[in-house]
């Protein structure tokens, strides 16, 4: 069927090159503005750096706002749990908790009240 | 310019072209014309029209080029959408009178005597073509002007391989009694 081929070439578009020639300038002349486009924008690997930096700049923000909170909240607990901690220490050791006040304060206390509070610990 | 990319595959120069390389996309361009003129004449029977369409359908390639989920057959994406386009410019521009190919043929205007009887036979071809359907005029310019392969152009046209070569066969025959034989044998050998 192929040696029945029927020529052509008569029809064919790039027979005249002059003719195809400015064919094909005017399609490249008016694609350049799609072609222009296409190369100034970025690539995958850029668009994901173009989000990277702006990305990483808010999870910065985030942390130092969620150590500031962390670090308010934990102001009082952290005085408690000293608190806490040296009355443990104390209870440990046996001290009556009227003498760890005492001994906080740097008061003396009064002979009677001293009296009165080794009678009720014993 | 564009012969050192003649070797270049389709999915290497649609790639480039999508980052924007002006010789990948000319490329193209060179490279699958006469296939998107084919289907396009055959549908439009007329030059211009077809340049036109050929024209427009490049560049809505261009534009679409992400949608072209395979790229290494480049060629029967951009066909499909001149083939669009062609069909787009036959509904909406039917308040147009189109020029046949006959006289467009005779518009331009060849000095020598055997540019002269170039489009002489171009007439001729256009006349002979316009008796055919759009099925048939598709199928052997693909074949006879393009080169394409049967399997080819039942893909493009979403025909069996069988109805392809028909297809052919009658559009040929049909060709040779329109033209004449002593056309056919002075011209067509």
């Known amino acids: 069927m192929s040696d029945d081929r029927i020529d052509f070439s008569a029809l064919d578009p790039t027979h005249d090159e002059a003719r195809f020639e400015r064919l094909v300038s005017a399609i490249l002349h008016d694609a350049e503005p799609e072609l222009a486009r296409r190369r100034q924008s970025p690539s995958v690997v850029a668009q994901v750096g173009q989000w990277w930096w702006p990305l990483l700049a808010a999870a910065a923000v985030v942390i130092m706002a969620s150590l500031g909170l962390l670090w308010r909240l934990g102001e009082t607990p952290g005085a408690g749990a000293s608190v806490v901690v040296e009355s443990g220490i104390e209870e440990s050791l046996g001290v009556p908790t009227q003498v760890a006040s005492w001994i906080r304060s740097d008061q003396l206390p009064s002979t009677s009240d001293f009296l009165e509070t080794i009678e009720v610990n014993q | ?189």
């Open chain 2, 1 to 189: 310019m564009h012969q050192t990319l003649a070797s270049v595959s389709d999915a290497t120069l649609v790639e480039q072209a999508r980052s924007g390389a002006v010789r990948a996309f000319e490329e193209l361009v060179r490279r699958h014309f006469r296939a998107a003129y084919a289907v396009a004449l055959a549908l439009l029977g007329n030059q211009m029209d077809a340049e036109d369409a050929c024209h427009d359908g490049f560049l809505k390639a261009l534009q679409r080029l992400e949608e072209c989920r395979s790229p290494e057959k480049f060629g029967a994406w951009v066909v499909q959408i001149v083939r669009n386009r062609a069909r787009n410019y036959r509904e909406y521009r039917a308040v147009r009178s189109a020029a046949p190919l006959e006289s467009t043929a005779a518009a331009s205007r060849d000095d020598s005597a055997r540019d002269l009887e170039r489009s002489e036979l171009r007439q001729l071809l256009a006349a002979a073509l316009g008796e055919l359907s759009e099925m048939q005029r598709e199928v052997v310019l693909l074949h006879d002007l393009e080169g394409w392969k049967h399997g080819e152009i039942a893909q493009s046209l979403g025909i069996s391989e069988v109805a392809a070569r028909q297809h052919l066969f009658v559009a040929r025959r049909q060709l040779r009694e329109s033209l004449g034989p002593q056309i056919a044998k002075e011209y067509l050998a």
